[in-house]
């Protein structure tokens, strides 16, 4: 049981690329969210899923897309990279609850924009 | 609608008692307790629901006062592995039954020999 998974750890892009932060958890959870964490502010919010299929905006979702296909998988996809958005990322999921339930988060990504 | 965590740090020697206070501006239906060591991601310490229902550590405490939607988490006999951030997460009700989880800014807590 490897709970919640993030790829890759570390990741350097330049101003304009785009990318996919990969996010798996084998709980068979339904819920699954992605938060942007920098320094002062807290965990935010990005999108969030109940389910497959079913995805909807968090607080902060602007540059940022996400998908939903199977249970398992939660990608990020990052649509044209700005220094903005250099931050760490996590992935969480929980159930049966959801958002009143455990929270269990991946390791994180560790993303820089130049 | 994010919550007011205090103090926004704390040192204390171990063995020493510490109080981390979480305040919203919203009704909650629960509020959930995290703790973040530095470069790793936040581990789940405790939830506390509306009602009254707990769930987490036995030797990590914590108070929700519903009516003044603060909660409180509290830490006795302060070990070096206490050490962290500590964030609370307050889950509020937006747009009929949908839920969210919005995060306080946390609380540095240095325990130090």
């Known amino acids: 049981n490897a709970g919640v998974t993030q790829t890759p750890k570390f990741q350097v892009l330049k101003t304009g690329q785009s990318m996919t932060l990969q996010c798996a958890q084998d709980m068979n959870h339904e819920y699954m969210s992605w938060y942007r964490q920098d320094p002062g502010m807290g965990l935010r919010l990005i999108h969030y899923s109940v389910g497959a299929g079913i995805t909807d905006q968090g607080e902060v979702p602007n540059g940022y897309n996400v998908s939903r296909s199977t249970t398992e998988d939660f990608p990020l996809r990052l649509l044209s990279a700005a220094p903005s958005q250099t931050s760490v990322y996590f992935c969480a999921s929980s159930s049966p609850s959801g958002t009143t339930d455990t929270q269990y988060f991946g390791p994180g990504t560790r993303l820089t924009v130049l | 609608q994010q919550p007011v965590q205090s103090p926004q740090a704390v040192i204390l020697r171990e063995g020493e008692d510490a109080v981390i206070n979480c305040s919203s501006s919203k009704a909650l239906y629960s509020v959930h307790w995290y703790r973040q060591k530095h470069g790793e991601a936040p581990v789940f310490l405790m939830i506390?629901?509306?009602g009254g229902e707990q769930k987490g550590h036995d030797k990590i405490s914590a108070s929700f006062n519903e009516k003044k939607q603060q909660s409180s988490l509290y830490l006795t006999a302060s070990q070096l592995s206490y050490s962290g951030t500590y964030f609370c997460g307050t889950e509020i009700t937006y747009a009929g039954n949908n839920r969210k989880l919005i995060w306080g800014l946390g609380t540095s807590l240095a325990v130090n020999p």
């Open positions: 506390l629901l509306k």
